[in-house]
């Protein structure tokens, strides 16, 4: 069975204090790994995929990559909007491209 | 572009009633999903569609859960009859291809 841990469950960081969120995954073949960004009251919003260890992708203060057994989600110098909770997912082989979810990091980046 | 739509946006319902939830997806994809997310969790797929047929149903509750997607565009997932461990956010995404879903705002569906 797909198993993906998301840890801390829960960060909080000063404005400017960069950190780094991680998504150890378990799968038999990992086709593709998600990262989504989930604020109180809406549906996650796609922010990166990842198909192979190595893999390093960026947007805006925010970078992923991709090792054979965990994701790291690097942010540097957070600001307040960054605030919210950031889901890992990943999609195995054979699997229908179904995305099993981890429970996610809530980060809260105060001013 | 528009984005995925759902209704209603909240509903309250008594154990055993009935309830359905409506999604219209981004036009043109073809897939669209039914999540489940419980309070501090992530979201749990219930069903896939590709167009009008069902791709992967193997976590949905078939006693109580439905779900149909007529003419491959909009979608209803409907529960009968409801129990206290319902209670949680309805999410339903669309996508076009393999590498992004698109999620909408979502139901939240308490069960008393």
């Known amino acids: 069975e797909d198993q993906v841990t998301q840890s801390p469950e829960a960060l909080r960081l000063q404005e400017g204090e960069s950190s780094s969120l991680n998504c150890s995954y378990t799968v038999s073949g990992l086709r593709g790994l998600f990262w989504y960004r989930q604020d109180p009251g809406k549906g996650p919003e796609f922010l990166f995929t990842?198909?192979?260890a190595g893999e390093e992708k960026e947007k805006e203060r925010l970078k992923a990559t991709l090792t054979k057994k965990e994701s790291f989600l690097h942010i540097t110098a957070p600001k307040p909007e960054d605030s919210a909770t950031y889901l890992c997912?990943?999609?195995?082989?054979?699997?229908?491209?179904?995305?099993?979810f981890g429970k996610g990091t809530l980060l809260t980046v105060n001013p | 572009e528009a984005g995925v739509a759902q209704s209603p946006r909240y509903k309250i319902i008594e154990k055993r009633q009935s309830v359905a939830f409506w999604c219209n997806p981004i036009?043109?994809?073809?897939?669209l999903y039914w999540y489940q997310q419980i309070l501090g969790q992530g979201p749990k797929l219930l069903i896939q569609f590709q167009n009008n047929g069902v791709v992967d149903d193997s976590q949905l509750p078939k006693d109580r859960f439905s779900a149909e997607r007529l003419k491959g565009v909009d979608s209803t997932l409907k529960i009968q009859p409801a129990k206290l461990e319902d209670s949680a956010v309805y999410l339903c995404?669309?996508?076009?291809?393999?590498?992004?879903?698109?999620f909408g705002p979502g139901t939240r569906l308490t069960v008393l």
């Open positions: 990842l198909y192979s």
């Open positions: 036009s043109g994809h073809a897939t």
């Open positions: 997912a990943v999609d195995a082989e054979g699997s229908n491209y179904k995305l099993t």
């Open positions: 995404a669309s996508s076009a291809s393999y590498n992004e879903q698109f």
